[in-house]
């Protein structure tokens, strides 16, 4: 067994797995930067990582504090403006994975990081999309990251910000979407997968020591499960090392 780690070192790893070698990823900072980082640090060391702030190809020598912090530069293959990350590799779908979190997330994997209550009059104004709506249509897949509770996971979004696999009764398909859409959902209690007929998220991971009620009565719908729930692995004691001493030694983002 794997040392004692923390939940989020726990989905740092899930999601590092989820990278498969030679893939351009779409990343933002947080948790989904030091699992990128991680993929390179151990099956995936010619993982491609592009950043908003135009750093492609980015070899950092320790974690950004922001998209815009100098250490992307360093070995990076190129640095462009933000309109040439977009244009020339998002829209042109070159973008393998993207990275997204939600204020608000449905069953289909639609997000909201627009407003909270009504548009006009909300009780909350959030950042809005920045990358992410486009993130969201032109990437071949797109994994998400989120804390799991009833605000988060509401039956209905408040505001679609990015797209998912279905809305308004419409697929992907339908809205005349390119990208993939979300296919991978990681919260802090489980990992869920979204059906390919009906676009709705199903569990199929539950984190050790949680249990199954503990998933059910933290998302707002009746939540469907894998016939074959199983335990989401643990961090191998490497993992957590490099994480640890290599990646977040300040415990910056863990």
Same mark, same amino acid.
């Given at each position: 067994?794997?040392?004692?780690?923390?939940?989020?070192?726990?989905?740092? #790893?899930?999601?590092a797995? =989820?990278?498969?070698?030679? =893939?351009? #990823?779409?990343?933002?900072i947080?948790?989904?930067?030091l699992a990128?980082?991680l993929?390179?640090?151990?099956?995936?060391?010619?993982l491609?990582? $592009?950043?908003e702030?135009?750093?492609?190809g980015?070899?950092?020598d320790?974690?950004?504090?922001s998209?815009?912090?100098?250490c992307?530069v360093k070995?990076?293959?190129?640095?462009c403006?933000?309109?040439?990350v977009?244009?020339?590799?998002?829209?042109?779908?070159? $973008?393998?994975?993207g990275?997204?979190?939600?204020?608000?997330?449905?069953?289909?994997?639609n997000?909201?990081t627009?407003?909270i209550?009504?548009?006009?009059?909300?009780?909350v104004?959030?950042?809005?999309?920045?990358?992410?709506? =486009?993130?969201?249509?032109?990437?071949?897949?797109?994994?998400? $990251?989120a804390?799991? !509770?009833?605000k988060?996971?509401?039956?209905?979004?408040?505001f679609?910000?990015?797209?998912?696999?279905?809305?308004?009764?419409?697929?992907?398909?339908?809205?005349g979407? /390119?990208?993939?859409?979300?296919?991978l959902?990681?919260? !802090?209690?489980?990992?869920?997968?979204?059906?390919?007929?009906s676009g =709705?998220?199903?569990?199929?991971?539950?984190h /050790?020591?949680?249990e199954r009620s503990?998933?059910?009565?933290t998302?707002?719908? !009746?939540?469907?499960?894998?016939?074959?729930v199983?335990?989401?692995?643990?961090p191998?004691?490497?993992?957590?090392?490099?994480?640890?001493?290599e990646?977040?030694p300040?415990?910056?983002y863990?």
């Amino acid at each position: 067994m794997a040392a004692s780690y923390s939940t989020s070192e726990l989905m740092v #790893v899930r999601a590092a797995r =989820e990278l498969l070698d030679g =893939e351009v #990823v779409f990343v933002g900072i947080g948790l989904p930067n030091l699992a990128c980082n991680l993929a390179r640090h151990t099956h995936a060391p010619n993982l491609t990582l $592009i950043y908003e702030s135009g750093a492609v190809g980015s070899v950092p020598d320790r974690l950004p504090l922001s998209i815009g912090d100098p250490c992307l530069v360093k070995g990076a293959a190129a640095v462009c403006s933000i309109f040439d990350v977009f244009q020339y590799y998002l829209v042109n779908e070159k $973008i393998d994975v993207g990275f997204l979190g939600a204020a608000q997330m449905d069953r289909y994997g639609n997000i909201n990081t627009t407003v909270i209550g009504n548009y006009k009059n909300p009780k909350v104004r959030l950042p809005g999309s920045g990358g992410a709506c =486009e993130m969201a249509i032109h990437a071949k897949r797109v994994v998400i $990251i989120a804390t799991q !509770n009833l605000k988060t996971f509401p039956e209905t979004v408040d505001f679609i910000t990015s797209p998912g696999q279905k809305a308004n009764g419409k697929t992907r398909k339908d809205w005349g979407l /390119p990208g993939g859409g979300p296919t991978l959902l990681i919260t !802090n209690l489980g990992v869920f997968k979204f059906d390919s007929e009906s676009g =709705e998220i199903f569990l199929t991971e539950i984190h /050790p020591g949680v249990e199954r009620s503990d998933v059910v009565s933290t998302i707002g719908w !009746n939540l469907q499960m894998a016939g074959d729930v199983t335990e989401t692995p643990e961090p191998t004691a490497d993992e957590l090392r490099i994480i640890r001493e290599e990646l977040d030694p300040d415990h910056l983002y863990i």
